[in-house]
């Protein structure tokens, strides 16, 4: 069976596994990076490619994960230079939606396919093929695509047009960072109250306040050791994004504060519940 080949930039904490499980999947891949570096896991199981034209040349499926909009623009930039009659690109970064939805136009105006599909999920269920899909595109592209999201997630959601995937993802990371704050605040007020760590996080996680999240994050708690699954300089991002987008809520400016005085203190490439660390 001949399968099409895909092209994956961005191989970042998340790109990488994600990359890595369409190859196990049996597709033929092809890779670039910005540092070339992060290319090296991927040698005798990939392409490696030298240049964003050499990728984009030989794949018919191009999938991008990047930091932010700067970095998107970028790439993108590059992209629109090469002949994308009849491609699909899948931008599974978390951007605002107004770089997203401009970056679709100008896709869309070279005859060739544009989704935004961001992930709900870290590092682990990036390794376990286990993300949420939240997808926002063409149904004819969202049904192209399928076959690749079947292999790097759970959960597929085709939430509407251009934009809506970012929209979800800005709106679940909005929640998971009141989420961590909830949970670090927590921590730090049975410790002043005299209840041991771990007394309190086996009490959060098997009542009704326990959830994936606190669950996830709490063997980092009791080490107190906080290497990123999802770093506190990226949630800030989103948080920013998110304020941008509409979220001006009584809690939005708390939670900004809270996350930028940790960047402020150097954690931001701590994971996201380091801001323990701050508000300690």
């Not at 190859?23 to 540092?35: D, E, F, L, Q, T």
């Not at 935004?116 to 997808?135: F, H, K, N, R, Y």
């Not at 086996?202 to 770093?231: D, R, W």
């Not at 996350?259 to 660390?277: E, M, N, P, R, S």
């Amino acid at each position: 069976m001949q399968h099409t080949t895909l092209g994956w930039i961005g191989l970042g904490n998340m790109g990488s596994p994600m990359a890595k499980n369409l190859i196990k999947a049996g597709y033929p891949v092809a890779v670039y990076n910005r540092s070339i570096a992060k290319t090296e896991d991927f040698k005798g199981t990939a392409t490696i490619c030298e240049s964003i034209s050499a990728l984009v040349q030989g794949s018919e499926v191009i999938f991008t994960m990047l930091t932010n909009d700067e970095a998107v623009k970028q790439v993108y930039a590059e992209i629109l230079k090469e002949n994308l009659e009849g491609k699909l690109f899948i931008d599974c970064s978390t951007i605002s939606q107004e770089c997203s939805l401009t970056i679709a136009q100008q896709i869309k105006a070279k005859n060739a396919g544009f989704i935004d599909a961001p992930v709900a999920g870290s590092t682990q269920p990036a390794t376990e093929g286990t993300l949420i899909m939240m997808v926002g595109g063409d149904e004819k592209d969202i049904i192209k695509a399928q076959p690749y999201f079947d292999k790097l997630g759970k959960l597929t959601k085709h939430l509407g047009e251009n934009g809506k995937g970012i929209a979800a993802k800005l709106s679940i990371n909005y929640f998971l960072s009141l989420i961590y704050q909830g949970l670090a605040e927590t921590v730090l007020l049975s410790e002043k109250l005299g209840i041991q760590r771990k007394d309190m996080l086996e009490i959060i996680n098997e009542s009704a306040s326990g959830s994936g999240a606190t669950k996830v994050k709490t063997p980092l708690l009791m080490q107190e050791s906080y290497p990123p699954a999802f770093a506190l300089d990226l949630m800030l991002k989103d948080i920013l994004l998110a304020q941008k987008a509409g979220a001006n809520f009584p809690l939005s400016e708390a939670i900004i504060n809270t996350y930028q005085a940790a960047h402020d203190k150097g954690l931001g490439g701590d994971d996201v519940i380091g801001i323990i660390k701050s508000l300690k």
